[in-house]
């Protein structure tokens, strides 16, 4: 079910402006990788060049190479879609599909692509997906109403039992609980460290204890200044990063003596 | 003590609920009676001159009672609702003038004969043709201009970029511009150079109107869509979804109840278009089932003729213009249940 990313001399571009520059890093499998930096430094914009959501933007492209179980995501005729099939995201502020039952944002994936699926099959993947998720206790009694109707946090697990229904092999997380409430986090954070059984998880975050606590390797990113491309610093073991990393940019970030 | 004081100081002298009411009355009084004292007083001079004097006096009270700022609230309030009521004026006047002048002759028989053997200003007749001619023509317009409206809306909010962008916008604004006689005359002149000259048919009145209607379409659509978060967009395109079945099964019935609203806004516009019609389709007394060949009777120009023909034919005239209203007005009552239909669940 999961897969390791290879990414090697990885650069960003919006247009002429280069976002991103010379990225090399392992993401390992059956692991949680959680990226930190200050604010528009790229971490944002290099996660979604892992699922091609990048390029959604006009103008916006990827030089180099990033390569999932030997097939790179950037190779000649690699589809997009396929690619962000196998690689899910959520978003940071929770999004489920105002005109959908909770039922159906579930099986989004599934009703969006036109694929058919028998009645028996749907209801026991909404089911799997909502507990792989930890809301189906909450939510199974009243699964035909409308997914804005659930609270916030409630709506952020909605969103990632809709990208673990469609069964990718990585989940990539853009700040998910930045818009939550810490019991609501909480409860993010436990499914982040389930979830790591199954599936390879990047997470962005702005919360150092967060990246702390749900993962296993960080990489710090930083940004030399205003119109200069955000770099990779620092990578290694989430222990070993918060408590001696090698880059002095990385102990003053970490330690709140940043800039 | 000192907490007690400054909360007695800092309550508010209001006026009562009932004194903008009495205000109102004795403004309308004395304008009446100034009124009385000159020519007479009429009804539309005492509402005028009533409410200036309203608008005054109710500052200068609220001024006195209540404080500047109160004063100031009070007269923007009036100035508002008074330009509510200016603008309700027309509406009323109109539907009500058209109602009691068209409902004396409005009956079953003025729905299901047409004007075959009735001359000039003979009692009798309907307008089952017109309305027949009407749902054709408006019909043929909005197949048209649907369609089309929604496509081109649909390239410039999610393919489009650049010149070619800017320049579908810079025409479709030109195109709503357009007199809807020019639109009657390209479609006539379409029509000569294909079909030759003398070709009338309610094909022709369609295009005419569906030049007309495209662009209202293509705006009141593009404002919709624009209106979707594109975080639905990124939501459906992480989940695997192409692009065009992230359009079809996200954007689109996200924004379904305003899209609806819009053409149907458009739709009703156009009904009502008679300059043009006249130009293309003519008018014709029988039922034509054929939109292809024949002139067709429309309700606007059918109301034109009658009109102008006077006598009975005046009571036809307003019969047929209550009719187009009730259309009109139909159109925008399924529009308003259509959008609440669809609307997002939970939003509501």
Known sequence: MSKRIDISDLNVFYGDFKAVEDITMAIES?????????????????????????????????????????????????DPVVVRRQVGMVFQRPNPFPTMSIYDNVLAGVKLNNRRMKKADADDLVESSLTGANLWSEVKDRLDQPGSSLSGGQQQRLCIARAIAVRPDVLLMDEPCSALDPISTLAIEEL??????????????????????????????????????????????????????????TEDYISGRFG | MTTVATSAENRIRRLPAWAPWAILAASMALAAGILALGQGPTIAGVLLIGALLYVVAITAVSRAVEGHRYAKDRLAT????????????????????????????????FFTTD??????????GGAYHAVIGTLYVVG??????????????????????????RAITVLVDVMTGIPSIVAGLFAYSLFLLIFGPAYRSALVGGVALAVLMTPVVVRSVEEMLRLVPNELREASYALGVPKW???LKVVLRTSIAGITTGVMIAIARVTGETAPLLITVGLANNVNYDAFDGRIATLPVYVYRQYSQGG??????????????????????????VSRYFSPRGLR
């Open chain 1, 30 to 78: 059956r692991s949680v990788t959680a990226l930190i930096g200050p604010s528009g430094c790229g971490k944002s914009t290099f996660l979604r060049t892992l699922n091609r959501m990048h390029e959604v933007i006009p103008g916006a492209y990827v030089t180099g190479k990033a390569v999932m179980d030997g097939q790179d995501l950037y190779g000649p005729g690699v």
């Open chain 1, 192 to 249: 982040i460290h389930q979830l790591k059984q199954d599936y390879t998880i990047v997470i962005v975050t702005h919360n150092m204890q967060q990246a702390a606590r749900v993962s296993d390797r960080t990489g710090f990113f930083n940004i030399a200044g205003t119109g200069k491309p955000g770099r990779l610093i620092e990578m290694d073991d989430t222990a070993t990063m918060f408590s001696s990393p090698s880059v002095q940019a």
């Open chain 2, 78 to 109: 009036t100035l508002v609702t008074a330009a509510f009521l200016i603008a309700m004026v027309p509406l009323v006047s109109l539907v009500i003038t058209v109602v009691v002048n068209g409902i004396g002759a409005l009956s079953l028989d």
């Open chain 2, 115 to 124: 004007m075959v053997g009735v001359f000039g200003q003979d009692p009798g």
């Open chain 2, 140 to 165: 043929i317009a909005a197949l048209v201009s649907i369609p089309l409206g929604i496509f081109t809306a649909i390239y410039l909010v999610e393919y489009g970029g650049g010149r070619i962008k």
């Open chain 2, 245 to 247: 079945l992230t359009i």
């Open chain 2, 312 to 337: 009975a034919s005046v009571d036809r005239a307003w019969a047929a213009a209550l009719t187009l209203i009730v259309i009109v007005m139909a159109l925008n009552l399924i529009a308003r249940l």
